[in-house]
């Protein structure tokens, strides 16, 4: 079995036929011995008991380190001064290189860092536009319909101070100033059997009035605007009325619901005022909210308006 050889500058335990120690890289040198067999000035091995004290006095061999004298071997400066010193700079060396390496592992950690965050939020930036590019309106609209299909008008509560009704979708309380008509009172409006008045509500500081009526459709199929085209008919061809300035004003929201827009002035005994329906189909029904203004704007008359 070949001997154990240990480093000369470091005492630890060298690889077979290694050339530099693997520890603090010193360079492992071959000598050849007065047996012309190679060996290192960087080992010790166990000395040939065959040979001679001359050999033994000027050998540079050593005796093979045990666990017990290995520290007395890495203090023996005279040795490593004699045999290392100029091979030192070699440690530097493979410093200089592994802290190298260790900084372009680094760099390198870095980047691919850097190229999985850009990668992620250019993940993250097709799936916002894939998003924005899909319209569900189409759908959100076939369901509200298909959700308004289904529901049986059922006629809204009133009380003194409020009226709210689950079909409409409304809550509405009377703010200062303003009174709810009754139900007895409700009940002495023009009327026929396809209209059923809903609530009004009076201002008593300029006569603003407010009111909800659900009129059963004639047929399924009519749409908003088909009613419009029929109520401006009639506005026109109303011999108690003149009304005047007669148009479709695009469509708002009420209670969280679009409702179409028809406003105009209209006189009547000698008084002008400006009346404006808001129109919305549900189900069977035409909801129709109309104000009459006479000096409260509408936006403040529909914010007593919430959802149900």
């Known amino acids: 079995m070949a001997d154990v050889k240990f480093c000369g500058n470091c005492g630890a335990k060298l690889m077979e036929n290694a050339d530099f120690c693997g520890n603090c890289g010193n360079k492992i040198e071959m000598v050849k011995t007065s047996e012309d067999m190679e060996s290192t000035v960087s080992v010790f091995d166990k000395p040939d008991s065959n040979s001679n004290n001359e050999n033994e006095e000027n050998s540079t061999y050593w005796s ?11 203090n023996n400066n005279a040795y490593n001064t004699t045999q290392h010193q100029s091979q030192k700079p070699k440690t530097g060396l493979i410093v200089g290189i592994v802290a190298a390496v260790l ?3 680094a760099i390198i950690g870095m980047t691919a860092e850097k190229t999985l965050q850009n990668a992620e939020k250019r993940k993250t930036e097709d799936i916002a ?42 809550k509405y309380t009377a ?4 009174a709810l008509a009754s139900e007895a ?3 002495k409006m023009p009327t026929d059997v396809k209209t059923t008045w809903e609530m009004q509500a009076f201002s008593s500081l300029d006569g603003s009035n407010v009111m909800i009526a659900a009129e059963k459709l004639p047929t399924s199929n009519m749409t908003e605007s088909m009613y419009i085209s029929s109520l401006i008919n009639t506005l026109k061809n109303n011999t108690m009325i003149t009304a ?30 400006t009346q404006t329906f808001y129109l919305r189909k549900i189900n069977t029904h035409m909801i129709a909210v109309t104000i009459t203004s006479t000096g409260t704007s509408n936006e403040d008359i529909l914010s007593s308006f919430v959802k149900y």
């Open 64 to 74: 093979l380190p045990t666990e017990d004298n290995l520290s007395n071997v890495l």
């Open 103 to 105: 900084l372009v592992m």
């Open 129 to 170: 536009q894939t998003e924005e590019k899909v319209d569900y309106s189409s759908y959100l609209d076939d369901e509200k319909e298909k959700k308004d299909e289904e529901k049986e008008y059922e006629k809204g509560t009133l009380t003194a101070t409020s009226y709210e009704s689950e079909f409409i979708g409304v």
């Open 175 to 178: 703010p200062d100033g303003w």
């Open 185 to 187: 009172e409700l009940s």
């Open 244 to 273: 005047t300035n007669i148009k479709e004003d695009g469509s708002t929201i009420i209670a969280g619901e679009e409702y179409k827009i028809l406003t105009y002035t209209g006189t009547q005994n000698g008084i002008s005022y």
